[in-house]
């Protein structure tokens, strides 16, 4: 690539495009969060002006439940002086800035992270334009590569503070680069290896990476005169090798309490999370997800040594609990278990952080499943960030699976339904389980374009169990979390009816597929057809009522332009909650 390649994107044509959209965005997502409030102009225009009064935002939108605005890009205009101006996010944010709350501290860097998310749109437009009826026909790998938006709600969601443009083109998901990962010998004295049951770290080690490399492997100790039975293979990140672990963790190689070993023969795709590589030279191996220490939508990406140590187990245990259940079972969930965990402790960086630091997260990796192997005659996958990903025509992925299915809209999305919303409400209401059920964390299994079964990801890091008296086995305790009774229930209606179905129902109706009220209809059928078939539990569906007349509304842009660098505090993750105001429950009355 030549210096000039690592800028061809950015061209002035396609900036003014993406800064279009994503200050279409800005404005929706602020509106739905109450941090700007748009003045109704007549004829659905609004308007929006600066914190000095002086600049006027214009558009058009539809206000759909939930107050969604679906705001027209090609709507915005922008005034000052008299005059009208082009549209700049990154002035945007600036004229902003007060009633956004963004410090002087956060703002510079929340302007790198637009940056960032402006220039991955920029390439995004460089890229073939797949209509959402030929990638609905498409493999797993090309749907999650074809995703376009990130995460709904999010603004600034492709910040990869860290990257590189060369980086950016090696391992963002959207460029679809093939990667190897970088393996070291880790000193057991520690790093430490735990797997789930069955599985035993020799024989998995060789399954994974073919006894030819291993012994390739070995080859580079033995060189060093250093004995293969004292360490432990860990797969790394190629940009985490490069950037952090040859400077931050210098002495550990220098005392070769780490060794780097080489490249791996296999080639992977990262995935949308950016951090989990999917194995395409052999599908049916497991994924790997490793350490990447860039700050990505309010997080530095790490991988705790510590945490993965219950990894496995945790897994096990949900495995477990979802096979003897009739109900989940009923709805065809399955997980894929993250069966196996590597963690390095540097004790010099542990001794001087807590545990919540981003220094203890940078060597850890894990593998977990492939859906690949699960799959029956007929059936495809997709990830199901896919059905809220709209084409360049304004045409919606769930709309081309709808087409392609037969079914009518509302039949297609009660199927949908059962398969992923039914065991979310049952884990709730029997368990006190929630996941973190987001688009990028659920897999779909798909037969002609209808909606089979789900698959959860991600278990370990993203269940909890909100029940004080739960027994739970003491490898499965860390997941206990203490959550006000007034809050449990945003497990559903923040994760899955505001930042999901809101986006789902809006394009839907868009498109003219399927009415609003048709859709929220569909999702409270459904809730009550799960109610009655567990009568036992009448007294929990009072207790956390799913139709009640509104639910808090939990914003998630505030708490990243709050602090951008770390927007939920790990030890109070409740108490971290932006909380402003109440939203109507669309499933009220109904």
């Given amino acids: 690539m030549t210096l000039s390649d690592a800028v061809a994107h950015l061209s002035p044509h396609r900036w003014a495009r993406a800064n279009r959209l994503l200050i279409r965005k800005a404005l929706a997502e602020f509106a739905h969060e109450r941090l700007i409030t748009p003045e109704a102009t007549g004829d659905g225009t609004y308007a929006v002006r600066s914190d000095d009064g002086l ?20 709507s915005i205009t922008r005034h000052r002086d008299g005059a009208e101006r082009p549209l700049a996010a990154l002035d945007f944010f600036i004229e902003l800035q007060k009633s956004l709350g963004l410090s002087d501290e956060v703002l510079p860097v929340y302007l790198e992270e637009i940056s960032s998310t402006l220039s991955g749109i920029c390439y995004k437009l460089t890229k073939p334009q797949v209509p959402v009826a030929e990638l609905a026909r498409s493999g797993f790998q090309a749907i999650e590569t074809g995703m376009t938006e990130g995460h709904p709600c999010f603004v600034a969601n492709n910040g990869r503070l860290g990257f590189g443009m060369h ?47 291993v012994e390739r492997f070995h080859a580079v100790l033995r060189e060093q005169d250093l004995d293969p039975a004292d360490y432990l293979l860990i797969p790394v990140h190629p940009w985490q090798w490069w950037n952090k672990l040859t400077v931050t963790f210098a002495a550990e190689v220098a005392q070769r309490h780490l060794v780097c070993l080489g490249e791996g023969d296999d080639e992977y795709l990262a995935q949308q999370s950016i951090r989990t590589f999917f194995n395409t030279t052999s599908p049916e191996k497991h994924y790997v997800k490793t350490a990447l220490s860039v700050i990505n939508m309010g997080f530095m990406r790490g991988l705790s040594a510590a945490y993965m140590e219950a990894t496995p187990a945790i897994n096990d245990w949900l495995a477990q609990l979802i096979a003897g259940d009739p ?124 909606v089979e079964r789900a698959i959860y990801k991600d278990i370990a890091e993203e269940i909890a169990v909100m029940d004080p008296d739960a ?43 399927l009415e609003e009220d048709d859709f929220w209809r569909t999702v409270a059928e459904v809730t009550r057809d799960y109610q009655h078939s567990v009568p036992e539990l009448a007294d929990k569906f009072k207790q956390y009522d799913m139709f009640a007349s509104e639910f808090a509304l939990s914003c998630l842009n505030r708490l990243q332009l709050r602090n951008n660098k770390q927007m939920v505090d790990l030890a109070d993750p409740a108490g971290a909650l932006q909380l402003v105001g109440n939203l109507r429950n669309p499933i009220a009355g109904l």
């Avoid at 020799?202 to 030819?212: I, K, N, Q």
């Avoid at 894990?366 to 304004?394: I, K």
């Avoid at 087409?403 to 368990?431: D, I, N, Q, V």
């Avoid at 497990?491 to 498109?511: H, K, Q």
């Fill in 55 to 74: 600049t006027r935002y214009t558009f058009t939108a539809t206000v759909r439940a939930l107050d969604h605005w679906q705001v027209d890009a090609d």
């Fill in 327 to 450: 109900i989940l079972c009923d709805t065809g969930l399955s997980i894929i278990r993250e069966r196996a965990a590597v963690g390095y402790r540097h004790l010099e960086y542990e001794a001087a952080t807590d545990r919540y630091s981003p220094y203890r997260k940078m060597l850890a990796a894990l593998w977990r499943e492939s859906p690949v192997s699960s799959l029956r005659d007929g059936e495809s996958l997709a990830t199901m960030a896919s059905l809220v990903h709209v084409d360049h025509e304004g045409a919606s992925f769930a709309g081309a699976l709808i087409e392609r299915s037969g079914l009518t809209p509302t039949e297609w999305l009660r199927r949908y339904l059962k398969a992923y919303f039914t065991p979310l409400l049952h884990s709730f209401y029997a368990y006190d389980l929630v996941f973190m059920p987001h688009g990028e964390n659920v897999i779909l299994v798909l037969k002609d374009g209808v």
């Fill in 471 to 513: 027994v739970l086995p003491p490898t499965v305790e860390r997941l206990r979390v203490e959550v006000p009774e007034d809050k449990k229930l945003l497990s559903i209606f923040t994760d899955v009816f505001d930042c999901f179905f809101r986006f789902l129902a809006a394009n839907l109706a868009a498109e003219g597929i």
């Fill in 167 to 213: 980086e950016y083109l090696s391992y963002a998901p959207e460029t679809a680069s093939p990667v190897r990962l970088v393996w070291l010998a880790a000193h057991r004295s520690r790093a430490a290896f735990t797997a789930g049951v069955g599985i035993e770290y020799e024989s998995f080690v060789r399954d994974e990476l073919g006894t030819e490399t």
